[in-house]
């Protein structure tokens, strides 16, 4: 067998085990939901909804767009149990970044945050950035958004009715990326077996629910700091919601 032969099998191997490690690693992200009528950030992952307040001090940038994408002053604050965004006018679109920060996985099954400075007999350590992106219009064309690394564009109308196919394109600093994981429900299904983007970067599928959706991008990308992580993993999430019929 030749050297690169090897050589690439291995490689193969040792992203599959990266994507495998961070997949369980790292499975909360964030993304928007109505509560009581108002839009909140949400943190979790499935059907918990953990504490986002408390997880506020790490979001670096929150913003909010009108329906011709100008921006519109908008903050994201605590409201009691969750965090609701908050703006003076209307926003059809809000984008929100956090910085998890450093985490590694102890041989005892733990997460700590520590870097594998800190940890250097860690199963995996890795760095954690989060994206959120409501969309609250199904036919806009969705621009590149400051901040947004890793984002889920629709290709095209997002369909009114569920079971309808749709395609989206994952960007990742401004190109099209392949090989990211997607999730096409996270709320409802976060276990499921995640499809993957083609060359072009993009990935088509039937939209799961009469309500909100959530689809979430994975991106496992290289570290740039090998003596704290090993790697840096991107998610990222689309929500929108398709309207139910009338009352």
């Given at each position: 067998?030749?050297?690169?032969?090897?050589?690439?099998?291995?490689?193969?191997?040792?992203?599959?085990?990266?994507?495998?490690?961070?997949?369980?690693?790292?499975?909360?992200?964030?993304?928007?939901?109505?509560?009581?009528?108002?839009?909140?950030?949400?943190?979790?992952?499935?059907?918990?909804?953990?504490?986002?307040?408390?997880?506020?001090?790490?979001?670096?940038?929150?913003?909010?767009?009108?329906?011709?994408?100008?921006?519109?002053?908008?903050?994201?604050?605590?409201?009691?149990?969750?965090?609701?965004?908050?703006?003076?006018?209307?926003?059809?679109?809000?984008?929100?970044?956090?910085?998890?920060?450093?985490?590694?996985?102890?041989?005892?099954?733990?997460?700590?945050?520590?870097?594998?400075?800190?940890?250097?007999?860690?199963v995996v350590a890795e760095h954690n950035y989060k994206y959120g992106v409501f969309l609250g219009s199904l036919t806009a064309k969705v621009p590149l958004l400051e901040g947004q690394d890793l984002q889920i564009v629709p290709v095209g109308e997002i369909p009114a009715e569920y079971n309808k196919p749709a395609t989206f394109k994952v960007m990742f600093k401004g190109k099209p990326i392949k090989g990211v994981q997607i999730l096409r429900d996270y709320v409802n299904d976060p276990d499921q077996t995640p499809q993957i983007t083609a060359d072009d970067g993009t990935v088509t599928f039937d939209i799961r629910n009469q309500g909100l959706n959530v689809v979430v991008a994975i991106y496992v990308g290289q570290t740039d700091n090998a003596a704290k992580y090993d790697h840096i993993e991107h998610r990222a999430t689309l929500s929108f919601v398709l309207p139910h019929k009338p009352e």
């Open positions: 067998m030749k050297l690169k032969t090897v050589s690439t099998i291995f490689s193969v191997v040792a992203l599959v085990a990266g994507l495998a490690n961070s997949t369980t690693a790292s499975a909360h992200a964030i993304w928007f939901a109505q509560r009581a009528k108002q839009l909140a950030m949400i943190y979790g992952v499935g059907a918990d909804d953990l504490d986002a307040v408390k997880r506020l001090p790490l979001l670096q940038t929150v913003n909010g767009y009108d329906a011709d994408w100008q921006k519109v002053p908008t903050t994201i604050k605590a409201n009691g149990p969750i965090a609701t965004v908050d703006s003076e006018d209307p926003v059809t679109t809000v984008a929100a970044v956090m910085d998890y920060g450093i985490w590694a996985k102890g041989k005892d099954g733990e997460w700590y945050k520590k870097g594998r400075d800190e940890l250097p007999d860690a």
